[in-house]
């Protein structure tokens, strides 16, 4: 590994929460029945641990966290993500965990450095992401750089990332980035003062894995980024179209 892959994937091992680590530890110690509990009680912290345990190359722990994942919210996304990775020969598989520890290493930057800082290194993310054909991270790391740019101001280049990324999680079924997607796009749209284009994140989207930041503009697009949420209801998703509201809340939204 190069220097810069290894800062990389430090800086992405350093912004893993005690819950992804638990819950990965959990894996291996509970049921189907119990590990499901503690995945309704965390839903947020499930993707970043398996994540970090298919980086671990703990595939026992992965399968065991994508199903108790569909399990409990109906949703299967992780579960076909986890038997892909396994299907892949291992040069497929060590590309697909350095672009994903390159993406949350933007993630990291993105916090303390800013929108650029982070951009330029999800753009090598994206470019790993696109060699091994992997639509899913393609998708994802196309919503971060959407984001930065849209906190940057850059609206156009904004739009086009984001719909780039609706499109292709939508292919996939990836509700979460797409709902993602949707949620900053309709940011994007009312910065422009277009509220009818601001559509609201489906309510069906909602329930199970879209998370709005609870914090103000200053800070929630980096908190977004890195994961930090409060639940919102149908109807809180919907607040830009329906009232016209300042869609500084929305800038960061369901990341």
Not at 236 to 244: D, I, L, N, V
């Given at each position: ?165 609706r499109i292709l999680a939508a292919a996939v079924g990836d509700i979460r980035v797409e709902a993602n997607a949707l949620g900053t796009l309709a940011g994007a749209s009312a910065d422009r003062g ?62």
């Open positions: 590994m190069t220097p810069l892959g290894l800062a990389l994937v430090l800086a992405s091992l350093a912004t893993q929460s005690p819950a992804t680590d638990s819950l990965r530890l959990l894996a291996g110690r509970l049921p189907e029945s119990a590990l499901v509990v503690e995945i309704r009680a965390r839903p947020l912290a499930v993707r970043e641990a398996v994540t970090d345990a298919l980086a671990r190359d703990d595939l026992a722990a992965a399968r065991g966290l994508a199903a108790a994942y569909a399990a409990a919210w109906r949703d299967s996304f992780l579960v076909r993500e986890v038997a892909r990775f396994e299907a892949w020969p291992g040069e497929r598989r060590a590309a697909k965990v350095w672009a994903d520890s390159t993406r949350r290493a933007g993630v990291a930057a993105y916090s303390r450095a800013g929108p650029a800082a982070a951009i330029a290194i999800w753009r090598r993310a994206l470019r790993r992401a696109r060699t091994i054909g992997d639509t899913s991270g393609v998708a994802a790391v196309l919503g971060n750089i959407g984001a930065g740019f849209l906190r940057e101001g850059r609206l156009d280049s904004a739009g086009a990332y984001l719909e780039r990324s277009d509220l009818a284009g601001a559509r609201p994140v489906p309510a069906a989207m909602v329930p199970t894995r879209c998370r709005c930041p609870n914090t103000s503009d200053r800070s929630g697009g980096a908190r977004s980024l890195a994961g930090s949420w409060a639940p919102v209801t149908p109807l809180e998703t919907s607040w830009t179209a329906q009232t016209g509201g300042s869609s500084k809340r929305k800038r960061g939204a369901c990341w």
